[in-house]
């Protein structure tokens, strides 16, 4: 990320212009269309003379050689930072709001639901809804089914009837008693302990232990953030319409097939999310994500603490979204939360 002191005042302004005016239009920005749209008194050589220090200074690109200008991530995050003080929703928004989340008062999973979907209607972007409640629960038991190769489901149930997978791999492939009887071993160790526990417990397991039941005491230690962290479970949404008019980059079906396979490695996702815990308003750009296939979008979220449980709301969309309306959005869906 450079520094907000490498451009000036007037770069930054002009900046901000540029911003504006590509995700309004989603055509690359001239010196024309600027000093047309905002009655600017500058001649157009001298806007074409800041727009071209903005280019050497990495903030703006040109998608073809006679072509206008696009902002890049680095722009964007210029642009983001700069923001300052959002304004609330307009209050036939929070009134949505309130009526749409208020039908599932009660019930977690349903205001997840009814969450990611609204926030996609909104922003005709993909809505996300991370729920997460802190680890009070108690293991019921451990279970691990060996699949192709080297690769292992372990399944953890709760005592009170929840469920997590995750799949692991090992140094080689065991025999079924093998598994079995490690896993019987640390069935012994933890069975009925506090969730919150559990990774200690491990950890001891994997010390006392020797040969495979060691190893797979240790690949299952490995995952035990995951496996035995808060519950928590993503929710997301992406209204389909035929329509382009708000966001052309969410019908292409080379995204969309990115998306839908991305959305469905749920465990992905989650640990990418997992990391804006706690972190008030997160956005990040382009190429700042770490999942791969996010390098052409940006994931604005906002957290929100609400006592043994928490949440987090979010975005993901192109990098060319109207982040000001975006973070107005969450912010104003995250009170309306906390209160419900």
Do not use: W
Not at 42 to 66: F, M, Q
Not at 243 to 248: G, L, N
Not at 262 to 271: A, I, P, Q, V
Not at 290 to 297: A, Q, Y
């Amino acid at each position: 990320m450079m520094a907000i002191n490498d451009v000036t005042s007037v770069e930054s302004g002009m900046l901000r212009s540029v911003v504006d005016l590509y995700i309004k239009t989603r055509k690359p920005v001239s010196s024309k269309m600027l000093k047309k749209k905002y009655r600017l008194q500058s001649s157009s050589a001298n806007i074409r003379a800041i727009l071209n220090r903005l280019e050497s200074k990495g903030y703006l690109y040109k998608p073809h050689v006679s072509s206008g200008r696009v902002p890049s991530d680095t722009g964007y995050r210029l642009y983001v930072d700069g923001i300052g003080k959002i304004g609330r929703p307009s209050r036939r928004v929070i009134e949505q709001l309130k009526s749409r989340m208020g039908r599932n008062r009660g019930d977690i999973r349903g205001v997840m639901t009814t969450t990611s979907q609204l926030i996609s209607e909104l922003t005709s972007c993909v809505g996300l809804m991370v729920g997460i409640s802190g680890p009070g629960g108690r293991v019921g038991r451990l279970e691990m089914i060996q699949r192709e190769g080297n690769r292992a489901l372990v399944i953890l149930r709760t005592e009170d009837g929840k469920e997590r997978i995750v799949e692991v791999e090992m140094d080689r492939r065991y025999r079924p008693r093998i598994i079995d009887g490690a896993v019987q071993i640390i069935n012994e160790r933890i069975a009925g302990c506090p969730l919150g526990e559990v990774a200690a417990r491990l950890a001891g397991c994997a010390r006392e232990c020797a040969g495979p039941d060691r190893q797979i005491a240790e690949v299952i230690a490995g995952e035990a953030d995951y496996l035995f962290g808060g519950m928590y479970d993503l929710e997301y949404y992406l209204r389909r319409t035929d329509s382009t008019e708000d966001t052309p980059e969410m019908q292409d079906p080379r995204i969309l097939r990115s998306l839908v396979s991305l959305m469905g490695e749920k465990r992905r996702m989650l640990r990418a999310m997992r990391n804006r815990f706690g972190r008030g308003v997160m956005v990040t750009i382009g190429t700042e994500n770490e999942i791969e296939e996010l390098k052409d979008f940006s994931v604005v979220t906002r957290a929100i603490p609400a006592g043994r449980c928490e949440g987090l709301l979010g975005v993901l969309g192109p990098t060319r979204m109207s982040y000001r309306s975006v973070l107005s959005l969450l912010d104003g869906m995250a009170r309306e939360l906390i209160e419900l």
